[in-house]
């Protein structure tokens, strides 16, 4: 038998790599930040305790890198909404803030803003994210009521959030987020 070649390593590489951060995800979500362990992560992937930490050598260095996609992905899915939208661009674009596995990124990036331990610049950047989610919704308005439009951008990011948080406890399919998004859109122009 000979010896794998370097891409056949990189491939194993990356198979178990991105199994840990999968299984870490699930873990970050249904047990938070504080609560997760890496042997719960190991245990999720499959893999051993040890390699896990051959791949991270910390359980914030797993949590930074998966905040950092969904930061990330924030970041793109803010591209799909045009500026100056209609009520029903709102409602398309929470449609699609809530495929999956967007509510458990919205979740992780809820944890990092909100949880003790969490690395303070971490938390940081979580926070300028939204800031950022809230600024690119309250520019896609034509509201010339500053008032109105901050509300509006809340309200729908408040949407997002918490039908993200509804979706991972099982509460809720966030079937509403569309409407409810199209319909504060709407409203706000009154």
Do not use: W
Not at 6 to 23: K, M
Not at 83 to 112: Q, T
Not at 154 to 165: F, H, P, Q, R, V
């Amino acid at each position: 038998m000979s010896p794998r070649t370097a891409e056949a390593n990189e491939v194993i590489h990356e198979e178990r790599r991105r199994a840990i951060l999968d299984a870490a995800l699930n873990v970050f979500v249904e047990r938070g930040f504080e609560g997760t362990r890496i042997q719960e992560i190991a245990d999720r992937s499959g893999l051993s305790y040890g390699l896990v930490y051959h791949y991270f050598p910390t359980k914030e260095a797993v949590f930074t890198i998966l905040v950092d996609l969904a930061l990330e992905g924030a970041g793109s899915l803010l591209q799909t909404l045009p500026k100056v939208s209609p009520p029903e661009a709102f409602g398309a674009f929470a449609g699609y803030a809530l495929r999956d596995p967007s509510p458990r990124y919205f979740a992780l990036i809820v944890e990092a803003l909100s949880k003790r331990g969490v690395p303070p610049g971490l938390a940081a950047r979580a926070k300028e994210t939204i800031q950022g989610f809230k600024a690119t919704i309250l520019e896609a308005g034509s509201d010339r009521d500053p008032i109105v439009a901050a509300t509006r951008a809340e309200g729908i990011l408040a949407i997002l959030l918490g039908a993200s948080i509804m979706r991972v406890c099982g509460v809720s399919d966030g079937d509403f987020a569309p409407g409810a998004a199209t319909a504060l859109a709407a409203s706000s122009k009154e």
